[in-house]
């Protein structure tokens, strides 16, 4: 069973901002805070917002915190004045779009229009626009209420919710139009909504089975259920992972996951998860098996060691080729990058719950086992350098020890609001530089420190070391460094575009939390043209070996699978796991030609 998921699906950009602005506020204040009313129509999303301290009044005389953030739905201008009134700091979260329609409203009722909405009077952002009317709007929900509207209108405007179905919209002008001819047409459905029913209607084509998302309570996800099934799909309807027996969707081929504007999107993974698991289980017990073993590889981060002792040979052979590599800096390199990853991923628990829930489980299940490999990777780090340069032994151990320190709360986490930095981790952009600059500084620095001492012992230089051949080539190792940088930096970028929500939900501020994910993509496109220039100009002026220019086949690879995550070509899951891993893997093969 193949599981295809709606490129459009979840948060709609206008509730997406709204959730942004709550989390940076919660996350910079540090002290409760509320929204009036509550920001998404889906429990599980106001759930977690109530862990970081953002909770919901429904009324004026609710309000006690000292910050109140209206939602992306809006409210009436009478009562957005009641809130303000307070004397409270109001951060004002009604979706740009949805204060467009507001305008539009209310420039025509101050010349006497009269105002049909079509859409859900019990929406919120209906009661909103029904505010902007000057007590001359009405909504309607159906042919018939259009049928019922007094005949003595003399100039109408028509809008409509920004959620609302087009085929409705549709038909319900038509009508409108044959009692008032002249009424002034507004389709205000937004583009969000537009392009999430459109893409339900290419998933309908495709897929023998449509799985919907959402919260029962949301307008917009029940009507892509009714629009589904009006379709003649076969339509399941969840709101959590929870819901979604085997027997729904036992025997279908192609299913297709869309999901409502209010759906976190944790909730859709979590979602395409479990399709993904039943659908494996109709395979045959070898290709399960495989995929155990595959994705134990990649979650406990085996495969970065590899991966590691891969691009470590390259650099070795870049920076000082006529050094016999010596496998134990390079395992031991591999050892100490190993226990990072892992160290961040159960310091980071709370971003991985919200981003990759299969991956937080994973961790969770396997914590007796990889905790302990964890610590014995740091200490086997130093060890396996102890025979070696002592300047060798010195780089892992500092490295070993900047790692740990790296999550150290240095300062009492109720300084926050204060100090925004209390651990090394909470400097905008560190987990990224920080991931990058280990690797890069390790695997560039191991050859060119022991390329040094071997030189000064003229040719000694210790066991595993070989022969020196001369000074140490500076240059080949800032390109080494550059290039080991660019590739990691690129990986962990990707990854944390998959990674952002929970990242935000937690307060990491990445390079994708604070720059978007499409900034993001063209951050790393120019970092990987800089990657390949320097080493073009280090082959072809002879900074390093020929080697160089072989190993623009990595950069070359990592454009490739960032024109095919931006085309959805990879989209997440283990597949794309791979493709960031394999690299490093490129790296060593080319260096090993």
Known sequence: MEVRLAESAGFCWGVKR??????????RLGRPLQTYGPLVHNNQAVAMLQTKGISAASAVAELEADTVIVRA?????????????????????????????????????RQGFHTII??????????????????RGVCVESIAEIDALPRDFSRVLVVSQTTQGMEFFDQAVARIKQYYPQASIHNTICDPTVDRQTGLVDLTEECDLIVVIGGRHSANTMRLAQISRELGRETVLVETADELEETAVAGHRLVGVTAGASTPSWVITSVVDRLEALGRRSESPLYRRAYDAAYFLVKSHLATALGAVALGYACWRLVAPGLAVSGHSLVAAACCLFAHHLI????????????????????????????????????????????????????????????????VQVLPQRWKPVVRLTALRDVPMSKDLSVALGWSVLLAGLPALAQ?????????????????????????AGVAWFFVFTLIFVRSALADIQLAHGDRIAGRNTIAVLIGKEWTKVAVAGLLLAAAAVLALAAGLGWASTLAAWLLAGVGYSFLYLYLYHRRAITGGLKFEFALEFSSYLCGLVALA
Request: proline share 5%; hydrophobic share 45%; net charge neutral.
């Open 344 to 407: 961040q991923r159960y310091t980071d628990g709370e971003a991985e719950s919200y981003s990759d829930p299969a991956g937080a489980r994973f961790y969770a299940a396997w914590k007796r086992l990889l905790w302990p490999a964890a610590l014995l990777g740091l200490v086997a780090a130093v060890l396996l350098t102890l025979a070696g340069p002592r300047a060798v032994t010195l780089l892992v151990g500092a490295s070993a020890l900047i790692g740990i320190l790296y999550h």
């Open 452 to 476: 040094a001492a071997a030189t000064e012992s003229g040719g000694g230089g210790g066991a595993g070391v070989g022969v020196g051949v001369g000074p140490v080539n500076w240059a080949a």
């Open 73 to 109: 739905h809006g409210l009436p201008p009478e009562e957005m004045e009641a809130v303000r009134g307070t004397g409270r700091k109001v951060i004002d979260g009604t979706c740009p779009l949805v204060v467009k329609v507001h305008k539009i409203i209310a420039r025509y009722a």
């Open 18 to 27: 709204t959730m942004e602005m709550a989390l940076s506020e919660a996350h």
């Open 118 to 135: 079509v859409g859900d009077r019990h929406h919120a952002e209906a009661r909103g626009l029904l505010g902007y009317t000057e007590g």
